[in-house]
Structure formats: C-alpha cells, structure tokens
C-alpha cells in the first residue's frame, strides 16, 4: 500500500521509511509510527495503513536498516545496538521534521520499544505536536520527562514482563510532577498485547486501546 522513501535527519544524513498517505493527500495530519524490536515488518506497516484509513499521513523510519526478525534473541540484539539517543534525535526528528514540511500536525505513536522512543521524542523532537506509547517507557536516566509540553497517551499492561508497572507508575508520578497533559490506561493483559502475531494478542484491549488512541489523535491533530 505505501512506498520505502528517504527522508533526511536533522544532521544531513538520510534514513529510510515507509510512507503512505490518504486521499486527501500530502496536508492531511501526520503521523510518525515507531517499530516494535522486531524491525519494521509487515506487522507495523498494517498500523500504518490502519492509520491512513483514518486520514492521516504516516511514516515508519527503518530503525533498523532494513534487519527484520522474529526471532526474539534477535530482536533483542538489534535492540541493544540501537542508539536510543541518536534515533530519537535524528531518525525520528527527522521523520516528524518531513511530516511537518506539510502537515500542520505532527504525532508520534510506538509499541514497546517503539513506545520508549516516543517518550524520548516527546523531550528530544520539539516539532512532535502529540505522543501516544503503547507499553514502552524509558529508563528514568533517558530523559526529564516531566518537561513534556504536548499531550501525551500512554497504554500499559498490567501484567508487562518487560516494562514492570513499577517503572511505569514512576514515569508517571513524573507526568504529574512537571504538570504534563497527559491520560494513561492500563489492560488486564501481558506486554505487547497489541501486536496480531503474539499468542498473547488480546483483542478487546488493542480494539479499546485503539479507540482511545484514535480517539486522543482526533482530538489534538485537528
């Protein structure tokens, strides 16, 4: 449905991502979706079109430089090799900058490691407009997060093996601190529970986290 485009960084270098958008064309709000560790495989390109259906323009960066995986010792490999810092600065700036060229507003959406990187946007790319996590937070080291300016939505699993509640209720006892707009949800459900290709995908959750996240974008990308 989309195609692979180059965009640039803040820094001049190139990155690649998947970019589709809808009929109303290159003005429509934009959207930056962030991968899961998996890379940026068919999965997360099915939110993206999901997205576009929705009206809004989407880019995937390719974090990773073309690796995919499924295999869970790989994924978090890729993971470990990431800079977290330079992607959030520069991959994902870059996208939400090339969004911004046309679109009035920009968000950021992630899953799981994809969520991280929106918080991390979320302080680090100025022109993100919006931030919605899906079960991904930071280390609390990574970024002041109470100096967050623009709405954020936050998705959580009660019962995440790789984001304990524990971090997640520091993070937001952060939001409340610095006085941040923000709304978060937690599911009676396991890590990743959005992503179709996991035994653990529970559905009513992702339809109802969905809903709000649609929801929380039609609100502040008009």
């Excluded at 969004?99 to 022109?127: D, I, R, W």
């Excluded at 520091?170 to 949800?185: C, D, H, I, K, T």
């Amino acid at each position: 449905m989309g195609d692979m485009i180059s965009f640039k960084r803040p820094d001049g270098q190139s990155c690649q991502g998947y970019y589709v958008e809808p009929a109303s064309g290159s003005t429509a709000p934009g959207i930056v979706v962030i991968q899961e560790w998996w890379g940026l495989n068919n999965q997360i390109k099915g939110v993206a079109d999901q997205l576009v259906q929705q009206g809004y323009r989407v880019l995937v960066p390719d974090l990773y430089k073309g690796e995919v995986t499924v295999e869970t010792a790989e994924a978090e490999h890729l993971m470990g090799e990431l800079d977290f810092g330079d992607a959030a600065t520069q991959n994902i700036r870059g996208a939400v900058q090339h969004l911004k060229a046309t679109s009035p507003k920009v968000a950021v959406m992630g899953y799981c490691m994809g969520g991280a990187l929106t918080v991390l946007a979320a302080v680090y790319a100025p022109e993100t407009d919006v931030a919605i996590s899906w079960y991904g937070v930071p280390p609390a080291e990574a970024a002041d997060v109470s100096t967050i300016a623009i709405p954020f939505q936050g998705h959580f699993a009660q019962q995440d093996e790789f984001f304990s509640p524990d971090a997640v209720k520091a993070f937001e006892a952060r939001l409340q601190e610095g006085g941040v707009n923000y709304e978060s949800y937690w599911y009676d459900a396991h890590h990743a529970f959005g992503n179709e290709n996991n035994d653990i995908h529970d559905p009513e959750a992702t339809q109802l986290a969905w809903e709000r996240s649609l929801t929380f974008l039609a609100t502040h990308l008009a």
